[in-house]
């Protein structure tokens, strides 16, 4: 099983960044898949969930109403579109995958690499 993180990089605030999962390895409908995000000395952090065939959708307060967590079971992808950034929200973004249903703690079955999201004031 593989998760490959992609899209981050650096914005400006206010701006947005897309970010991209992709999966391999594994029959990603049978997945509920999350984001989470690690700051500097810190554990990591709960974005967004999304079940498994994308009905229902769970994010962090700290990023309702800005970022949209999307997937493709098809394509074997899960996005995350973040809008109206913020400097606080860089981080090290990670995707992951749970076979059980979604769930705001950490506990996943595969994790992506991460990727950097750095976004300036």
């Known amino acids: 099983v593989q998760l490959q993180a992609s899209g981050g990089g650096l914005a400006q605030a206010g701006g947005s960044l897309r970010l991209s999962c992709s999966a391999s390895?594994?029959?990603?409908?049978?997945?509920?898949m999350g984001w989470f995000r690690q700051f500097p000395g810190k554990g990591r952090e709960f974005v967004a969930t999304i079940t498994k065939n994308g009905t229902y959708k769970y994010y962090a307060d700290s990023v309702k109403g800005r970022f949209t967590i999307s997937r493709d079971n098809a394509k074997m992808t899960m996005d995350l579109q973040m809008n109206s950034l913020k400097p606080e929200d860089t981080a090290i973004y990670y995707c992951a995958a749970r076979s059980r249903p979604a769930t705001s703690t950490p506990d996943y079955d595969y994790w992506g690499q991460g990727t950097l999201v750095t976004v300036s004031s």
């Open positions: 390895g594994l029959t990603l409908s049978t997945y509920s």
